[in-house]
């Protein structure tokens, strides 16, 4: 989605108004005029971001997720994937809707996560694996740790990984 179209004409609209003022006002929307563009930009994308988000909750498990290349937007739909009660494909695993926090059941919040590359690599493969985006497979395998059981093995895991780390120092 290419949101030059819209910076544009928000960049007209601008100079149209600015017209009926006087040379000092007509000036002012020229040099505001540029700056427009990176904060109509933003705001462009966060308004997406925020309908993506939005479609997603409705489309649970499915996803939408909003992706940039370059300065463009790009939306990307992932599919449930398809399984049966009776009889899941092997290695499948029946979707699994995030928890919904109590009375925030369609509100979402941005994070930034730092993850080592081979971990990313890991969590990458693992989404694919399910057929849904990194986002919607971090969201369930959170959600999936907050259970009373996933708690327990999660710390085990946990402790298994640091019990694995060596310290000090070598001579």
């Given at each position: 989605?290419?949101?030059?179209?819209?910076?544009?004409?928000?960049?007209?609209?601008?100079?149209?108004?600015a017209?009926?003022?006087?040379?000092?006002?007509?000036?002012?929307?020229?040099?505001?005029?540029?700056?427009?563009?990176?904060?109509?930009?933003?705001?462009?994308?966060?308004?997406?971001?925020?309908?993506?988000?939005?479609?997603?909750?409705?489309?649970?498990?499915?996803?939408?997720?909003?992706?940039?290349?370059?300065?463009?937007?790009?939306?990307?739909?992932?599919?449930?994937?398809?399984?049966?009660?009776?009889?899941?494909?092997?290695?499948?695993?029946?979707?699994?809707?995030?928890?919904?926090?109590?009375?925030?059941?369609s509100?979402?919040?941005?994070?930034?996560?730092?993850?080592?590359?081979?971990?990313?690599?890991?969590?990458?493969?693992?989404?694919?694996?399910?057929?849904?985006?990194?986002?919607?497979?971090?969201?369930?395998?959170?959600?999936?740790?907050?259970?009373?059981?996933?708690?327990?093995?999660?710390?085990?895991e946990i402790?298994?990984?640091?019990?694995?780390?060596?310290?000090?120092?070598?001579?």
């Open positions: 989605m290419q949101l030059e179209t819209y910076v544009e004409e928000l960049q007209r609209q601008l100079a149209a108004a017209a009926a003022g006087t040379d000092e006002t007509r000036e002012t929307a020229d040099r505001l005029s540029a700056a427009l563009d990176a904060a109509a930009r933003l705001m462009l994308i966060e308004a997406l971001g925020a309908a993506a988000s939005e479609i997603t909750t409705e489309l649970t498990p499915g996803s939408v997720d909003l992706r940039l290349r370059g300065r463009d937007p790009e939306f990307v739909v992932t599919q449930a994937p398809e399984w049966s009660e009776s009889a899941p494909p092997a290695q499948a695993t029946p979707p699994v809707a995030p928890a919904a926090v109590e009375g925030e059941e509100s979402t919040t941005r994070t930034t996560l730092r993850l080592p590359d081979e971990l990313k690599s890991r969590v990458e493969a693992a989404a694919a694996h399910a057929g849904v985006s990194v986002n919607t497979w971090l969201v369930r395998t959170i959600a999936s740790a907050l259970d009373a059981g996933a708690s327990r093995t999660l710390a085990q402790r298994q990984e640091v019990n694995k780390r060596v310290t000090g120092w070598v001579r």
